[in-house]
């Protein structure tokens, strides 16, 4: 009994101890996880660490680093990061559970926690880029909450002192916009970049004057006021010059005490620029032209990857992750030709005026030659809308034609015309016998003539026959380009104004060109540039018949060797044409016009049309520039 009594009596005060040990465990917060102020260190630490990742994802290094125990060090590195990958988006996502860390002790005697994340940076261009991290937190903050404990292994687990994260990206190689020939139309090129030195500028009107004389739209007045405002020491950027321009001016701009230049390489186009466009210096992307609709394909695959970099020197020291590329871009190849588009060009430039020459192949629709001025300004020769004026007297009298007139039929040709109290008039109000015939009235170019007839249309009549050339469709050039437009007839004298190229109709010079490769081949055949590119060409739903083919010939080689496009008399190649003056309403309400020519050259596989613009006429300014162009060609 003694035995039983002493060991029911032994086991009392060690079930009382370990009770009460229970309660007070519990009462601190060790058999629950927690500290003395009730909160779970577990999640005290993730709520430490998403507030700091909140602020990082937000933009805000400074905001995140006073999160930390070392708030210099941590914004410093956090804006380097930003800086150098450039990121588009930062998210932060939990990645396990909170954990012990080992050896790091809190202030208040606490475990420090590990908390585990993955960060994923959205690289532009390239996507997402991610890998796993941690950040070590201790209680303490001066907030009350838990404070990161600063460390550049938090940013990359790789990440050491004084380094940080780096996107490198290298351009592929931009791939060069081709002529048929597969000569190069845009690829790399020398220029020189001037700029000024105002320490050594002496003489500032000499050099404005030299600056001027360049004609590149230099704001002389605005550059002094930059140089004014500049250091004595401190480059002032002036302009950059292709090489020709620059060995133009070289003499003249070295003579002036001041003047820096630096020759360097550039991408350039080297013909066709309003067509084939051009590439941003700075991003070397296409911003204009061929080059912009083609920019993916022309500059190929970047190469790209993020390293550690030393902060100091900027010297890569490890790569962290490369993305495949590197890779060249792919050419354009156009149906360009070298030596029409350089007759083109030089033949527009003698003319000095703003304007646009389009060549065609008629048996192929290729587009031999799109020449623009100024040359660096607006593709009109492809996108531009205007009045064809007579030119298209062509599709007009195609319609009659297809409606059983001949060309010996008589037209007449008065002095004047009145639809609906409305008069209509001949350049300079000439008038012909009453017994002019329509071939006659077409060279001579009379609208008197056609006006007189119009009850032989239908209001729709021209928009049906302009169908016949492709107007109005959509073209598959393989470019950006205007197809013209033949609208219905609203009333009389809109149908008056459309007989003669006016009113609602509009072309482009490239659609003009067509017009006279249509009657030069006989069948529509839409133009083409990008044969790779421009998918399945337009096909005319109707056609002319062949006795309208023949008349119309036969009237436009009247126009050159009887008519108003006599300035094409002595080119070779058998020349046939048809002049325009197409009149328009300038921005300040003056009446003014544009000068057109187009045809073809009967012995040879060639379409043209060439217009300039306010100011002149079809006949005695566009045909002298026609001829010039067509001299030219190779034969």
């Not at 101890?17 to 909160?39: E, F, M, N, W």
């Not at 061929?290 to 900027?314: K, M």
């Not at 629709?365 to 064809?388: H, K, M, Y």
């Not at 482009?508 to 060409?537: E, H, I, K, N, Y």
Request: proline share 6%; charged share 20%; aromatic share 6%.
């Amino acid at each position: 009994m003694t035995h039983r009594t002493h060991s029911r009596g032994g086991r009392r005060p060690l079930l009382l101890s370990v009770s009460l040990l229970v309660v007070l465990l519990a009462a601190t917060g060790v058999v629950l996880g927690l500290r003395g102020d009730g909160t779970d260190p577990d999640e005290a630490a993730r709520a430490g660490a998403q507030r700091f990742l909140d602020a990082w994802a937000a933009g805000e290094p400074e905001r995140a680093a006073a999160y930390t125990d070392d708030p210099e060090a941590a914004r410093s590195l956090l804006e380097s990061v930003a800086t150098h990958l450039r990121a588009e988006d930062v998210e932060f996502a939990p990645a396990g559970p909170v954990t012990a860390a080992d050896g790091e002790d809190g202030a208040d005697g606490a475990d420090a926690r590990t908390v585990p994340f993955t960060a994923t940076f959205t690289l532009p261009g390239l996507g997402d880029w991610s890998y796993a991290s941690e950040a070590v937190l201790r209680p303490g903050g001066a907030d009350g909450g838990w404070q990161v404990a600063w460390r550049p292994a938090l940013v990359h687990p790789e990440l050491g002192e004084e380094q940080t994260l780096v996107l490198n990206q290298g351009r592929g190689e931009r791939a060069p916009v081709l002529a048929a020939d597969g000569s190069e139309l845009a690829g790399p090129g020398t220029v020189w970049e001037v700029s000024i030195w105002p320490g050594r500028l002496t003489d500032r009107d000499a050099a404005w004057a030299a600056l001027d004389a360049l004609d590149a739209g230099i704001d002389t007045d605005a550059l002094a006021g930059r140089v004014a405002a500049a250091g004595e020491d401190e480059a002032v950027p002036v302009v950059t010059l292709r090489e020709a321009a620059f060995g133009e001016h070289a003499e003249r701009l070295r003579a002036v005490p001041g003047l820096q230049f630096a020759e360097g390489t550039r991408q350039l186009t080297h013909a066709a620029r309003a067509v084939v466009g051009a590439v941003d210096p700075g991003s070397g992307a296409g911003v204009s032209g061929l080059e912009e609709r083609y920019d993916e394909r022309l500059a190929g695959t970047a190469s790209a990857a993020v390293v550690i970099a030393d902060r100091a020197s900027g010297a890569a020291v490890e790569t962290l992750h490369a993305w495949e590329g590197g890779e060249p871009g792919e050419p354009v190849v156009t149906t360009l030709d070298p030596a029409a588009q350089r007759a083109a060009e030089e033949a527009l430039a003698d003319a000095g005026r703003e304007g646009a020459i389009v060549a065609l192949r008629p048996s192929t629709g290729e587009v031999l030659a799109a020449a623009d001025w100024p040359a660096d300004g607006f593709s009109r020769s492809l996108s531009g809308q205007l009045a064809p004026g007579s030119t298209f007297k062509v599709v007009t009298a195609a319609a009659l034609l297809e409606g059983g007139m001949t060309p010996q039929d008589v037209v007449g040709c008065p002095r004047y015309v009145t639809v609906n109290g409305f008069t209509y008039e001949n350049q300079d109000e000439f008038e012909l016998a009453p017994d002019t015939t329509l071939r006659e009235a077409f060279a001579a170019s009379c609208n008197t003539a056609l006006i007189e007839h119009r009850d032989r249309f239908a209001d729709d009549t021209l928009h049906t026959t302009a169908q016949a050339f492709g107007i109005g469709a959509e073209w598959r050039v393989g470019a950006a380009t205007f197809d013209g437009g033949v609208p219905v007839a609203g009333d009389e004298n809109e149908l008056a104004a459309s007989l003669i190229g006016q009113g609602r109709v509009q072309t482009s010079p490239l659609v003009m060109a067509s017009v006279a490769a249509t009657v030069a081949d006989g069948t529509f055949r839409q133009p083409v540039l990008v044969p790779d590119a421009a998918g399945a060409p337009h096909e005319a739903p109707t056609t002319l018949a062949p006795a309208t083919v023949e008349a119309l010939r036969s009237m436009m080689r009247a126009t050159v060797t009887e008519g108003s496009a006599s300035a094409l008399a002595g080119v070779p190649g058998l020349p046939h044409g048809k002049t325009g003056t197409a009149e328009f309403e300038t921005a300040d309400g003056e009446l003014s016009t544009n000068a057109w020519i187009i045809g073809y050259l009967g012995e040879r596989d060639v379409a043209f049309a060439v217009v300039l613009e306010d100011g002149g006429s079809g006949g005695r300014d566009a045909g002298p520039v026609a001829a010039a162009f067509l001299t030219a060609l190779e034969p």
